[in-house]
């Protein structure tokens, strides 16, 4: 298991179950200081070529920011046609009803769960 700290919420990878788990909100001030998670987050999808789940239902805030760097990160394994990526979301977290759709207008393999 690795464990990211960014701002006021971890992200936590479990090679075991290719499952990276997000927590807390996440208010990195620009997209230079989201260049360690999107490294941690490459760094995962080395690690589960295949299957890839991100699971946001804890994570209560993320500015544009961060979703800019998931974004990039989704199109990153587009491109390269792997992992595939599923994603688990908490309708009750508003900015996660407005902006998790538009993960799958990025790329269609994206899986989005309740």
Known sequence: MKKLTAGESTITYEESNALLVFDGSMRLANMQEYDVVAEFLREASELSPTDLT??????RFLNSSGITTLSLFILACKKNGNPKITVLKNDQISWQQKSITNFK??????????
């Open 54 to 59: 991100l699971d946001l239902r804890s994570l």
């Open 105 to 114: 207008k990025l790329w269609d393999d994206v899986e989005i769960k309740d």
